[in-house]
């Protein structure tokens, strides 16, 4: 990483990190917190009545995302979620009363002083099928192959290394499995420097991909289905959009780029005494029976 992303980043921790202080130091006032001061695009008045009032005080006051991402997630009972850059854990804990106690929401965020809040509203909260991880959302903590369904909330447009995010978040996923993103996104008409423009970097606004951009990263990383819908405008040529995708499952899709000129049937080398599976959780046989492959020997 260079000096000025090395820079960017600490900007970006810097900003959250006195929101969380904002939220905490308030909640010790007669009245409660009062919300870490964004506009209308932003912030907690995106989720409805009824999920704010169901979670504490603190998870509500320190949102600041651009979206809802639970609510187009599609989450299910049972599944296992991350949400990428979580905050003071509004995200995680919806997810978490979404997917049930079979389930797990995991929340990633590189602020301390975010964490510390997040793990005090699980408290609060009484969730038991909740973990929050230290790190960045550019090397994730976790196995390959171990999530359903990844999520975020206006952070991804803050990292200054997308396609690794995009990378990392296909690597967590498993095979078949999603991404219901919130984030802001750039007309393909505006420029960088335009982009800069409407905004600083920590508002959301001057690191922001572009649709095309951001469409490109995604199927560079391995990802189809893209689909890519604006929901608000938050500045000229710039919109909140919900950002979905999917991890080719193990029936024959692979990714992008991924088979070579001796692959068929879900197989390299297939027939030959060499043949091993494409995908590596699956045996020769079973990967040639997903495949629909009629060279079964």
């Known amino acids: ?150 999520i975020s909330n206006c952070v991804i447009n803050l990292s200054v290394d997308k396609a690794a995010v995009f990378v990392e978040t296909f690597r967590v996923l498993k095979p078949g499995g999603r991404i219901g993103v919130s984030d802001v996104v750039a007309d393909d008409t505006l420029t960088p420097n335009q982009r800069a423009e409407r905004g600083d970097y920590v508002g959301c606004i001057a690191g922001a991909l572009s649709f095309a951009e951001y469409r490109a990263g995604l199927e560079a990383a391995g990802f189809t289905d893209v689909e890519i819908t604006p929901t608000h405008s938050v500045a000229d040529g710039m919109h909140s959009a919900i950002v979905r995708a999917t991890k080719p499952g193990p029936t024959g899709d692979s990714p992008k780029g991924a088979e070579s000129a001796d692959t068929c049937c879900g197989v390299h080398a297939c027939c030959t005494p060499t043949e091993s599976s494409v995908d590596s959780s699956l045996t020769v046989t079973g990967a040639k029976t997903a495949a629909g492959c009629g060279c079964q020997n």
């Open 1 to 150: 990483m260079n000096e000025q992303s090395t820079d960017l980043r600490e900007t970006v921790r810097r900003r959250y990190a006195e929101a969380a202080k904002t939220v905490t130091e308030g909640g010790t006032a007669c009245c409660g917190p009062q919300p870490v001061e964004v506009d209308e695009n932003f912030g907690s008045t995106l989720y409805a009545a009824a999920e704010r009032d169901a979670l504490p005080a603190e998870a509500v006051a320190a949102s600041l995302g651009c979206g809802n991402p639970t609510a187009v997630a599609e989450l299910r009972v049972g599944e296992r979620v991350l949400d990428l850059g979580s905050g003071g854990g509004i995200d995680v804990l919806l997810s978490a009363r979404r997917v049930g106690p079979t389930g797990k929401a995991y929340g990633l965020d590189m602020t301390e002083e975010m964490l510390q809040l997040a793990l005090a509203n699980v408290e609060k909260a009484g969730a038991t099928n909740v973990e929050f991880l230290k790190g960045a959302i550019e090397t994730i903590p976790l196995p390959a192959n171990t999530i359903d369904v990844v």
